[in-house]
Structure formats: structure tokens, C-alpha cells
Nanobody
């Protein structure tokens, strides 16, 4: 079973940046999966914010973070990244990486019901 481990979250002030990392463990590789990032704010539903295909095509989904996020992947390192810039308090939440075979256009639907594997999440808190 594929295991995904996120890291890089923490407490930051508004305007600062974070780089989140998602690594596949347990001997599995990510090269055959499309990869998405989701987040869940306190008291709200989980939402997809970005997706990167197996070939590196990026599909942003969240208008609130458009222009402030950069998604990338390094299949040789079994790693996916999410660069978060100019963070705002409303960006606070648990960020999850997810692996799936459904295309990026489908992955964020219904809270990510098409996702095959989920990471446990990393908490991002933006507060002054």
C-alpha cells in the first residue's frame, strides 16, 4: 500500500511563505500517479487546491490561492512540493497530498472521492 508523508507545515505570520513536501514511502513510487493537494480549514469541508499530472501538467482549482502557490514534482525522488507564498490567515488548515489515477479534472470532485491514497496531512497556521 502506498504511503504518503507530508511535511513543512508550521506556524507563520501573514505574508510569509512555506514549502510543503510530500514523499512516498514503503518502497512505492509516484511516477504512475497524478498528485493533488487538498486542504481543510477548521469547521469546513476539504477542498482541492491544485493537481499535477504524471507528466507535470498543473491544474489549479482554488481561486483563493491562484498566483500564490506553485506545485511541482520530482518523480526520481518520489516527491511532490507545494510552495505557498504570501500566506493569509484564511490559508490556515491541514494540507493533504493525494495520489490518484483519475485525471486532475476529476480528482477534486466531491471532496476528493476519486483519490486512491491520502497522506495524513500537515498543519499550516497563519496568524499574527
Amino acid at each position: 500500500q502506498l504511503q504518503l508523508v507530508e511535511s513543512g507545515g508550521g506556524l507563520v505570520q501573514p505574508g510569509e511563505s512555506l514549502r510543503l513536501t510530500c514523499v512516498a514511502t514503503s518502497g512505492f513510487t509516484l511516477d504512475s500517479y497524478h498528485m493533488s493537494w487538498f486542504r481543510q480549514a477548521p469547521g469546513k469541508e476539504r477542498e482541492g487546491i491544485s493537481c499535477i499530472s504524471t507528466h507535470g501538467l498543473i491544474a489549479p482549482y482554488e481561486d483563493a490561492v491562484k498566483g500564490r502557490i506553485t506545485t511541482s514534482r520530482d518523480n526520481a525522488k518520489n516527491t511532490v512540493y507545494l510552495q505557498l507564498d504570501s500566506l493569509k490567515p484564511e490559508d490556515t488548515g491541514v494540507y493533504y497530498c493525494a495520489a490518484h489515477n483519475v485525471p486532475c479534472a476529476v480528482a477534486p470532485a466531491r471532496g476528493g472521492s476519486g483519490v486512491k491514497y491520502w497522506g495524513k496531512g500537515t498543519l499550516v497556521t497563519v496568524s499574527s
